[in-house]
Nanobody, 129 residues
Framework: QVQLVESGGGLVQAGGSLTLSCVAS????????MAWFRQAPGKEREFVAA????????YSGDSVLGRFTISRDNGKNTVYLRMNSLKSEDTAVYYC??????????????????????WGPGTQVTVSS
């Protein structure tokens, strides 16, 4: 069993930056693939980014490519999402997710909610224009 808790959300101006953190419980964190998703009001949950256990293989959704960076610190059981050049359309609840599988993954599978077994409660990010 893995429990995830996100933090770092808040209100930021457009063009600003924010870093989200997700702390995971459980001794097997290092073997999990971790991801961030987001859900804006009235929209479906959207894949943001994912990182495999080594921290070397990362994936980003098209809407955040070049602006957001995912990373992890296995010693701290923590995954991060650094968000730069924030836009109003980035406003959403951001969720941390974990999959006990380390792949290999197709692009379709790593971006799918079904791949991830554990989810955090989410943290709100609001970008003001």
């Amino acid at each position: 069993q893995v429990q995830l808790v996100e933090s770092g959300g808040g209100l930021v101006q457009a063009g600003g930056s924010l870093t989200l953190s997700c702390v995971a419980s459980g001794r097997t964190f290092a073997s999990y693939t971790m991801a961030w998703f987001r859900q804006a009001p009235g929209k479906e949950r959207e894949f943001v980014a994912a990182v495999r256990w080594t921290g070397i293989s990362t994936y980003s959704g098209d809407s955040v490519l070049g602006r957001f960076t995912i990373s992890r610190d296995n010693g701290k059981n923590t995954v991060y999402l650094r968000m730069n050049s924030l836009k109003s359309e980035d406003t959403a609840v951001y969720y941390c997710a974990a999959s006990p599988s380390d792949g290999p993954f197709s692009v379709r599978s790593i971006e799918s909610e079904r791949t991830y077994e554990y989810w955090g409660p989410g943290t709100q990010v609001t970008v003001s224009s």
